[in-house]
């Protein structure tokens, strides 16, 4: 009698691999955005071109899209800014950026986004903006699952206290022995 063997599809390998990371984080993301995350990172695997895009310009060409093409190039800058930010935060460094560049141009269109589309869709959207950086730690500790380390010192430091990354204060007081006080005005840090 022969065995059937079933392989996992891609769908359940990401699925598990943002499970993994999720506990790594001790978070829990609510189905809408853990499905959504799987779904984009599924739909970026084959597509490693994104990474040259410069997304200010694909920002503005979006401010004078309308419609449909307007909404799907609001939704590519959000999704690619969180893959950046999440996946690729040393593309940042290398741009002469710092990482919440990336966060603050991911957040604000997906918020722009949410005031674009019919009420469920606009949730979405919206749930997708406030909980950005959330997500972003989430797809840093999938990269560090495989022992990487996606951070320097100086970039966990800089993310923190532009975002209140809950992962990048972490990575500071670990890797550096010391508990990091905020400099700036921003007082919604630990």
Excluded at 43 to 55: L, W
Excluded at 124 to 151: C, K, N, P, T, W
């Amino acid at each position: 009698m022969k065995q059937l063997v079933l392989e996992p599809t891609t769908q359940a390998q990401w699925r598990l691999l943002v499970h993994e990371a999720q506990s790594v984080c001790a978070r829990r993301l609510d189905e809408v955005l853990e499905s959504y995350l799987v779904f984009l990172l599924m739909r970026f695997t084959d597509k490693p071109e994104f990474t040259a895009r410069i997304m200010a310009k694909e920002f503005l060409h979006s401010q004078n899209s309308s419609g449909r093409k307007q909404v799907d190039q609001l939704r590519d800058v959000g999704d690619q800014c969180l893959l950046f930010s999440g996946l690729f935060p040393q593309l940042a460094e290398k741009r002469l950026v710092r990482i919440s560049y990336y966060v603050n141009l991911g957040k604000s269109s997906y918020h722009q986004l949410s005031g674009l589309l019919d009420r469920g869709s606009a949730m979405v959207y919206s749930h997708l903006s406030e909980a950005f950086v959330v997500l972003m730690d989430i797809l840093q500790a999938m990269r560090e699952l495989g022992g990487e380390r996606v951070l320097t010192p100086l970039q966990a430091m800089e993310l923190w206290e532009d975002t209140g990354s809950e992962r990048a204060y972490h990575a500071v007081c670990t890797r550096t022995d010391s508990i990091p006080i905020p400099i700036t005005g921003n007082t919604s840090r630990h």
